[in-house]
């Protein structure tokens, strides 16, 4: 069967067969590997992608039923360039670990934002209850959430790096951590 849909802002189209699921379509014929395929159970949530705006879990979702709507995947955070907040708070805050479970929690976030500009801790661990990450407790994905909410992404940002910068490592601040003795608050 042919399906078309709108992936990252580009309208896509494919022959497929009809048991494809959206995660398998993503990966595999559209090449953005971003999106991880993790538990197979649609339990763990690394394959979280947005559809029409909102979090879906794209091995529970056939490509088939994608078509006619707009798909977000991590690939498509980033614009102009520039990173999307949600990702330079997850550098900012050291929003992951492993990494596995981090593209589907910035989608959930940005979802959440795009929704609620300003949540508290309770609304952020409420968006991402629904994903599994095994490595960080959680604590600085939140920070991470929150980092985003206060440096929304508006025109003429400087402060956030290019993505060829910070995918080539260049340009990538790194804190001297001996030479702030005087902050010596340490964030759980």
Known sequence: MQISMTVNGSDVTSEIEPRV???????????LTGTHWGCDTSNCGTCVVLMDGQPVKSCTVLAAMAAGHDIRTVEGLATGGTLDPVQQGFMEEHGLQCGFCTPGMMLTARALLDKNP?????EIRQAISGQICRCTGYATIVRSVQWAAAH?????????????????????????????????????
Request: hydrophobic share 40%; proline share 9%; glycine share 8%.
């Open 118 to 122: 300003h949540p508290d801790d309770a």
């Open 21 to 31: 699921l959206l995660v398998h379509y993503i990966r595999e014929v559209l090449g």
């Open 152 to 188: 929304p992404a508006g025109p003429g940002r400087d402060d956030a790096p290019a993505t060829d910068e910070v995918l080539a490592g260049t340009d990538t601040a790194v804190p001297d951590v001996a030479a702030e003795t005087e902050d010596t608050e340490v964030k759980a």
